[in-house]
């Protein structure tokens, strides 16, 4: 069994609609993939509809978080598995963080028109194409500009990872956990460990958010040196969570393909297993 538990479409800052995504992810051999867009499950019906036989969807999503408990707070990403879209506290915290991301959005536009970068907020809204608005969709525009060459090269420092950096409002980690638990859902820490990515978290956290219900750890992630898997896979031994592994497909906005990390079967066979929802499988 091959398993992909983390993916991105056109429904947050994928390249690739829902419907092409499930298609692309049975051509690479996948019999499980996860649709796990940034504070959305918009993708779901979309994936749903278009899903090849023998694939199996694993509905989710990326919730955009934050630890408060060190100053300045650390941004952090929890992947929520077969939650209950239509909770009601869930669905309003992920359109709290999307209307937040709008207005974030339009004030990094309105910096680069300030520094004379011919950028538009209408542009911006029409690469994100009604899906949840991120920084690879600015990123669109300053490589249409010319001043970059890919989206990578965006994310450098003097530019959106530094010099444009507006922050948004997420979600506060412990209040997202429970919002998954709640909703019925199974929570993994996506890529703990990335430094690449920017500042992590202290273990110790791990430790809090384990004892609050968190299910499992991304070990397996393009953004995990080998040293960062390995300690991740400790940590999880030590707290008893289940360990994933996933792509984190983001179409042409990144170069890693699908299926690049997998799951282990038996870690995808507890994750659903601990799932209370109506989305179990
Ligand atoms: P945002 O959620 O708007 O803060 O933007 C973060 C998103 O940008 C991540 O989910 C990635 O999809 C993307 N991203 C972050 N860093 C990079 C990078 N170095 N290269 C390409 N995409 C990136
Ligand atoms: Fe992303
Ligand atoms: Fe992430
Ligand atoms: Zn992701």
């Known amino acids: 069994m091959r398993i992909d538990l983390h993916t991105h ?5 994928g390249t690739v609609p829902p419907a092409e995504l499930m298609v692309a992810a049975a051509a690479a051999g996948l019999d499980v993939v996860a649709l796990t867009d940034h504070d959305t499950t918009a993708g779901w019906a979309r994936a749903a509809a ?3 036989p023998g694939l199996v969807l694993v509905p989710g999503l990326e919730m955009s978080c934050r630890w408060f408990g060190v100053s300045p707070s650390i941004p952090l990403h929890l992947l929520g598995y077969l939650v209950d879209p239509d909770h009601a506290d869930l669905a309003a915290e992920l359109a709290r963080v999307r209307s937040s991301r709008l207005r974030r959005a339009e004030r990094i536009v309105d910096r680069l028109r300030a520094d004379g970068f011919d950028v538009s907020w ?11 608005v991120g920084r690879p969709h600015i990123a669109n525009a300053l490589i249409r500009l010319g001043v970059v060459r890919t989206t990578a090269e965006a994310f450098r420092p003097e530019w959106l990872g530094e010099r ?3 922050p948004k409002e ?13 909703a019925g859902g199974v929570a993994v820490f996506a890529h703990p460990r990335a430094t690449r990515r920017g500042r992590i978290v202290p273990d110790e956290l791990i430790v809090e958010l384990a004892a609050a219900g968190l299910a499992g750890l991304e070990a397996d992630h393009p953004d995990h040196s080998p040293d960062e898997r390995a300690h991740v896979r400790g940590l999880a031994a030590d707290l008893d969570l289940l360990v994933t592994g996933s792509s984190d497909f983001h179409g042409s906005h990144k170069t890693v393909a699908l299926g690049a990390e997998t799951t282990a079967p038996e870690a995808y066979e507890r994750l659903v297993a601990l799932a209370a929802g109506s989305w179990r499988l």
């Not at 479409?9 to 800052?13: G, N, P, W, Y």
């Not at 209408?122 to 949840?132: I, L």
């Open 9 to 13: 479409s056109t429904a947050s800052d």
């Open 164 to 166: 444009y950096r507006v």
């Open 122 to 132: 209408d542009e911006v809204r029409r690469y994100a194409d009604g899906g949840t």
């Open 50 to 52: 278009a899903l090849p």
């Open 170 to 182: 997420d979600t506060d980690v412990f209040a997202g956990l429970g919002l998954i638990r709640a």
